[in-house]
């Protein structure tokens, strides 16, 4: 199938709502809706909260339309899997002409995003061939619905590197929207990382204030990411559970530009019990 018919068969099931809810409160719900049902496969600590979310969302619809959700889930799975290469949900989100113009809302297209991304790894190849830590790790300080990341994830696998176990993702956006965008197209595509909801400049990176999505392959590969054995790190204690995360440490590049410290906020994860 065509990314085109998978695109007009989400837009058939999405209008099936449209007779009773408004367009932009049914997008909401189908986000949050497949983001916590990926995210709730893990017993974090945020696991009940949204659990609690997600039922007094689904309850609002009809048991028909309850159902719509699924299938619209599904097509986007489906979409992902038979062509990776794309920003399926910021081009539907642009479709549906629901980009929030007083927040400056503009998803970079995806062929744009891929030709930073070979940039990136072709800089990264020239300097070192290989990684001190044993995985890359990439960040996108805004977001949006994740087409910087998904383009990294492909250039990466077309340069030989399996992004699913090798790449260490971190995403964040101060629009709750766009994050789970992000999130849930990372999360289908198998991505390890942790989309974080929150002020990129006022609370940059694992801030209280913030809210955490780590997707389902991050959990998986966890272990990948903790400090290397012989660098002072306890890889016992790092091993004994889930996160708690405070706040991501952040630094100040040659250029006065900030950049987050991955590896000091990695240090910072904590069993939670």
């Given amino acids: 199938m065509k990314d ?3 695109k007009k068969e989400f837009l058939n099931v999405f209008a099936r709502f449209e007779y009773k809810y408004s367009k932009w409160e049914v997008w909401q719900d189908f986000l949050y809706l497949a983001a916590a049902s990926m995210a709730n496969v893990f017993p974090t600590k945020e696991r009940a909260e949204r659990e609690k979310t997600y039922l007094s969302i689904i309850k609002k619809y009809p048991k028909e339309l309850q159902d719509s959700f699924t299938e619209l889930l599904a097509i986007v799975a489906l979409a992902l899997d038979e062509n990776p290469e794309q920003d399926f949900l910021g081009e539907l989100y642009h479709r549906l002409n629901l980009q929030q113009h007083q927040k400056g809302q503009f998803f970079t297209p995806y062929h744009i995003c891929e030709f930073m991304s070979e940039i990136q790894m072709v800089e990264q190849e020239a300097e070192d061939n290989s990684w001190e830590k044993g995985y890359i790790t990439v960040g996108d300080c805004a977001c949006g619905a994740g087409a910087m990341l998904i383009a990294f994830a492909n250039v990466a696998r077309k340069h030989k590197i399996n992004f699913q176990t090798e790449v ?3 995403a964040q956006d101060i629009d709750l929207t766009a994050a789970l965008m992000c999130y849930v197209q990372l999360s289908l595509l198998g991505c390890s990382a942790f989309v974080i909801v929150g002020d990129s400049l006022a609370k940059p990176g ?13 959990y998986v590969n966890w272990w990948r990411f903790r400090k290397p054995s012989g660098s002072g790190g306890n890889e016992e204690t790092a091993a004994e559970g ?3 995360v405070s706040i991501l440490p952040v630094t100040e590049g040659a250029s006065g530009q900030l950049a987050f ?3 000091a906020g990695l240090e910072k994860m904590k069993k939670v019990s």
Avoid: A, K, R
């Fill in 4 to 6: 085109s018919d998978y």
């Fill in 168 to 170: 260490l993702f971190f």
């Fill in 206 to 218: 694992f801030h209280p204030d913030n809210q955490i999505w780590c997707t389902p392959m991050y």
């Fill in 242 to 244: 889930v996160h708690e």
């Fill in 261 to 263: 410290d991955f590896d």
